[in-house]
T-cell receptor, first 110, second 114 residues
Framework: AQRVTQPEKLLSVFKGAPVELKCNYSYSGSPELFWYVQYSRQRLQLLLRHISRESIKGFTADLNKGETSFHLKKPFAQEEDSAMYYCALKEGGSNYKLTFGKGTLLTVNP | GAGVSQTPSNKVTEKGKYVELRCDPISGHTALYWYRQSLGQGPEFLIYFQGTGAADDSGLPNDRFFAVRPEGSVSTLKIQRTERGDSAVYLC????????????FGPGTRLLVL
């Protein structure tokens, strides 16, 4: 069965510092990987997906199949980036089911 | 436009009672999903509807849980004989189609079983 691991429950950085939220997965096939974000008192929303290879709000994530990782990175963190971040996996092909990690709470201090 | 809505936002019930949680997906979205998020955990898949039918209910924890979507739009998650372990946030999501499509989440219903 597939599994998503986010090793850090909490991550605290200062404004302007680089940030990296780690995500590792276990899945034997070709997965789709996603990052979802939940800001305070808001609903869960998609931040980015690996197949789009895009940068959203300055965040990027690269799928590393060799290391089975999909770490989320931003070179200069902003206070408004403070939120709960979830890494999620969808089995490749026709599967629709998202498997989420437990999440990392990012706090960006002024 | 309006996003996914869920009612009620909070529900407190007593052990053994029956509860219904409602989800209104984004208009025109054919796929609908229910997830459950326990404290300190990420969302866990419960069930997926494509149109009116439950295409995959493999995530439902036991037969006390049941969900319907009779007209292919609104869905109701039903929990019989609630237990304290059912306490969680129940999330609903919808997407235009199931495959290769972004899932849009509702605000969730926070269920507390006393």
């Amino acid at each position: 069965a597939q599994r998503v691991t986010q090793p850090e429950k909490l991550l605290s950085v200062f404004k302007g510092a680089p940030v990296e939220l780690k995500c590792n997965y276990s899945y034997s096939g070709s997965p789709e990987l996603f990052w979802y974000v939940q800001y305070s008192r808001q609903r869960l929303q998609l931040l980015l997906r690996h197949i789009s290879r895009e940068s959203i709000k300055g965040f990027t994530a690269d799928l590393n199949k060799g290391e089975t990782s999909f770490h989320l990175k931003k070179p200069f963190a902003q206070e408004e980036d403070s939120a709960m971040y979830y890494c999620a996996l969808k089995e490749g092909g026709s599967n629709y089911k998202l498997t989420f990690g437990k999440g990392t709470l990012l706090t960006v201090n002024p | 436009g309006a996003g996914v809505s869920q009612t009620p936002s909070n529900k407190v019930t007593e052990k053994g009672k029956y509860v219904e949680l409602r989800c209104d997906p984004i208009s025109g979205h054919t796929a609908l999903y229910w997830y459950r998020q326990s404290l300190g955990q990420g969302p866990e898949f419960l069930i997926y509807f494509q149109g009116t039918g439950a295409a995959d209910d493999s995530g439902l924890p036991n037969d006390r849980f049941f969900a319907v979507r009779p007209e292919g739009s609104v869905s109701t998650l039903k929990i019989q004989r609630t237990e304290r372990g059912d306490s969680a946030v129940y999330l609903c999501a919808s997407s235009l189609w199931a495959l290769q499509e972004t899932q849009y989440f509702g605000p969730g219903t926070r269920l507390l079983v006393l």
